[in-house]
Structures are given as C-alpha cells and as structure tokens.
C-alpha cells in the first residue's frame, strides 16, 4: 500500500453482534502480468462484514467459538479491530491478472524486450505444430 487509507465505516448491533459496511480508498503498488513492472493502482473497495463478541459482555467469561471464516472477533477488551477484514476484501476486490495499463505489450518471450518501449529484431516464434504442418504440405508437393 501506498500513502493513506481514507474510508468511512458504519457499525449496526445486531441480535448476536455487529454488522459493519462501509468501503475504504487507498492506493496499492501492484506490478504487471505482462511487463512486470510495477505500478500504482488507486482502489475504492466496499465491505460488510459480521463481527461477533469473543467474551460476555457483562460477565467477561469467554464465549463460544465461532467459525472465524466468516466472522471476525471482537476481541476481549471489546474492541473491533478492521484490518483482517479491510485486508481480506480488499485481495477480494484484486481482479486475477494486473496489467499496469489496458494495451500493455508485455515482454517479449525471447529476448525479454519491454515491447512497450519498441519492438525487438525477434523473428516470431513459430508454433510447433504448425512447423509440423508445414513440412507435410512441403512433402505433398
Ligand atoms: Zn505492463
Ligand atoms: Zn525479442
């Protein structure tokens, strides 16, 4: 992550704990599938999430434990602590592949060659197969 995280929470009681929602903004260095450089991409991500209390709120005596998959603690001094959750949604809210831009070229798989920063004296490589082809048609003739 790079600079600061901005957002805005909002906190509902429900009958067994918590409902939070609310989205955070903040910018993180990626680097691309394609060109592995890195590169920075500002991100606005939305969350809700259910928090459960670990102790009785009253009598301070351990509750029972959830399934922490889902739900997130509510720790003993009953404090509501975000980052996991900010953290999960956010790698959530990642798509599979980054590229630092939508027409990004990539490297060139022989010679490694940014192509973003022109194009190398590579001959394309030929697919094997079609190089199987070739020469049958060149034996028919
Ligand atoms: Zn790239
Ligand atoms: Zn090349």
């Known amino acids: ?11 509902r009681r429900t009958n067994q704990g918590l409902l939070v929602d609310g989205w955070v903004e903040l910018t993180l260095e990626l680097s691309c599938n394609r060109c592995l450089k890195t590169f920075e991409q500002p991100m606005h991500v939305d969350f809700e999430e259910q928090f459960y209390p670990t ?7 351990p509750l029972d434990p959830f399934d922490e998959d889902e739900i997130f603690p509510i720790d003993a001094h009953h404090e509501v602590d975000l980052t996991e959750a900010v953290r ?23 010679c490694g060659q940014d192509l973003n920063l022109g194009s190398c004296e590579c001959k394309p490589e030929v697919d094997a197969r079609l190089s199987v082809l070739k020469q049958l048609l060149q034996n028919e003739m």
């Open 88 to 110: 999960q949604n956010v790698l959530l809210a990642l798509p599979m592949v980054t590229i630092c831009r939508e027409d990004c070229k990539g490297l060139c798989p022989q």
């Open 55 to 61: 102790v009785d709120v009253i009598s301070g005596m």
């Open 1 to 11: 992550m790079i600079g600061p995280i901005d957002g805005h929470v909002r906190m």
